[in-house]
């Protein structure tokens, strides 16, 4: 099992990283300070793929595990959940040194994380990401939160977990259109500061756009390792969000809105941020801060790994007005992080809302 | 004005104490670096006394600040209403550079300082305590949350306010039964670390009690600021209460399962808190820990204030029972501060069951 160190000033955080090591939970949990009782927040799909195996390390090494099966789905991910969530916690009498196991993607990571975030101003909490996105970006970091009726995460807190726990041979069970949600955030890390990383996904885009893409899981051992490793650096240095960590925004501010105009059916995340990408080094081409061989061989690798780089038709102006209303927004200015070249980017709060406009134009497709 | 600073690792933080400054509250908002937009939250009957004059000191510096008024009563304090505060937040689209005004007791200032904690992950607070307990203790710390049917500030989150403004000059529309809650703290910041303060309640004990209790508020800028003071140098050594922030739980394990055990109509926390502190100076005694004279002083202190210190007939296990499910029990076992001398405390877990329940027993008077 790898083992990356999240390295906050103040309580360094480990990332264990390894193939089949769901049955080695419970000893990994046994060797941090934790109370004796817990409870396993997961939903009904992968409950019964990985609930036994966890719950019975845990019981091995003589920890006591309750289970809470949350609805699936983004619509649930509210603050009805979280109490719900809470009235478990408070049935169950868990003390502060006892701890919640948030098990499954970004959603259940989100919910359980902020739940243990709130319940007795902080509860120990241990990530145990299933799916690719989660993994590579939102079981790290600490954002925790739900969304509230007019606009998504605006609830929440920064709440790390004691360690988070990625066993790959989840994967296997990831559908494959999902895998395409994490790997925009992999291509991330790559173009923003990992070249290696970047060159790594250039040579090896078949087969990890092929069909039986979790074959050889070393491959995604490594994407993961990487991708872990870069944000794990981003956010030792920035945990609250001030400053570096705006650099993972690449890609996110126009991919955010593409999702939300699409009503969050049409486009995944990261085929939302994939675009965003390519929208963002258009932008640096046009800028004259990317040459522009560079701004292709990103748009060339983004393709030969499956995304489509056009926008579904819609209105320019819809996508727009919901740029203009996202929450990084600082006195109405838009921030965009450009790249400069593989592994740099800058961030810029001086695009003209003109070429904005042109570029996302330029990307609509024409209604048929 | 006076200026206290909680020396926080990171992020120190002001608390500004004076008289009659409410209306230079906008200028030193202008002073900290925070976007021009805030919600000031209060109840109706704190909003008639002191929103305006806070809201225009606001707008003169060039601030736009609107009012949300939460219904009044420690029933409210619930998720619900952070709810409705969220929304509020929601529909003003204030940005994380915007600001949370807390103006009046200890539940707005939880509810007020919990909604800023997470929404968009932590927008900037400022407290502006009015109630004595809140100027002495809720509103410094940074502990904010709300109540769960099952139990009292269960769900919460550490989150300190960028600075913190106490008029003393609030203290006049204060009943006085409410200045005994804030009292019983100032007894407790006496006893656990500061003689000086304890000498100084001795010797002007007869106006602290008095019907013109605010008379003269100097004696309350002398007491608020030492008080602040204390506090201050505790959170900043412990933010999130792991270690010597306990200290300030001196008389309040058994304080708040008395004022459970009579449903909080009952005791107020200040009246339930001066018998827990009795009766811990009383187990003190009798571990041999603490002189019955140093014992004698105490009591004498709290009933010169106008304390009462038995409890009110109800059975001793009532009591007993609430007093092990507090949250801050570890492994099943009671932690009591413990004083050994006026300005040191203990923390034990050795207290014996059966001396708790000879002491409360005592303490509890009989049945008319």
Redesign the interface.
């Known amino acids: 099992m790898h083992n990356i160190t999240i390295k906050f000033p103040r309580n360094p955080r480990n990332v264990y990283v390894g193939i089949n090591t769901l049955s080695q939970f419970g000893e990994t949990l046994g060797a941090h300070k934790v109370?004796k009782k817990g409870l396993l927040i997961t939903n009904a799909t992968i409950s019964k793929l990985y609930a036994r195996v966890i719950i019975e390390s845990c019981q091995n090494v003589g920890f006591t595990v309750d289970i809470l099966e949350l609805p699936e789905g983004e619509q649930y991910k509210n603050?009805t959940t979280?109490?719900t969530i809470?009235?478990k916690l408070?049935?169950n009498?868990l003390?502060?040194?006892d701890f919640v196991l948030a098990l499954g993607g970004g959603v259940i990571g989100d919910m359980a994380g902020?739940a243990a975030?709130?319940?007795?101003?902080?509860i120990n909490l241990i990530q145990i990401p299933t799916s690719l996105l989660a993994q590579v970006d939102s079981s790290l970091g600490g954002?925790t939160?739900v969304n509230?009726a007019?606009?998504k995460n605006?609830?929440?807190?920064?709440y790390q977990p004691i360690f988070t726990f990625i066993d790959l041979a989840t994967l296997k069970t990831l559908p494959q259109k999902e895998i395409r949600c994490g790997l925009a955030e992999i291509v991330k890390y790559g173009v923003i500061q990992n070249p290696r990383l970047f060159n790594y996904l250039e040579q090896h885009a078949s087969q990890i756009k092929a069909e039986q893409y979790t074959q050889d899981l070393e491959i995604w051992e490594y994407l993961v390792l990487q991708s872990c490793t870069n944000k794990a650096y981003v956010v030792a240095k920035d945990e609250?969000?001030s400053n570096l960590r705006e650099i993972l925004n690449f890609g996110h501010t126009l991919g955010h809105a593409i999702e939300t105009a699409f009503e969050y059916t049409y486009y995944s995340h990261g085929e939302a941020v994939a675009i965003g990408m390519h929208a963002a080094c258009l932008i640096a081409v046009q800028q004259g801060l990317l040459a522009p061989n560079i701004q292709q061989k990103i748009a060339t690798l983004l393709l030969n790994l499956g995304f489509n780089l056009s926008i579904a038709p819609i209105q320019a102006k819809q996508i727009e007005t919901l740029l203009f209303?996202d929450?990084k927004?600082?006195?109405g200015k838009l921030r965009f992080v450009l790249p400069t070249k593989i592994g740099k980017v800058i961030v810029s709060n001086e695009v003209p809302a003109v070429v904005i406009h042109e570029i996302i134009t330029s990307l609509i497709e024409e209604q048929k």
């Open positions: 109370g603050l979280i109490q809470l009235d408070v049935e009498k003390e502060r040194k902020f975030a709130i319940y007795l101003r902080g954002k939160g509230h007019k606009g605006l609830i929440g807190s920064f609250k969000e209303s929450k927004v600082k006195d």
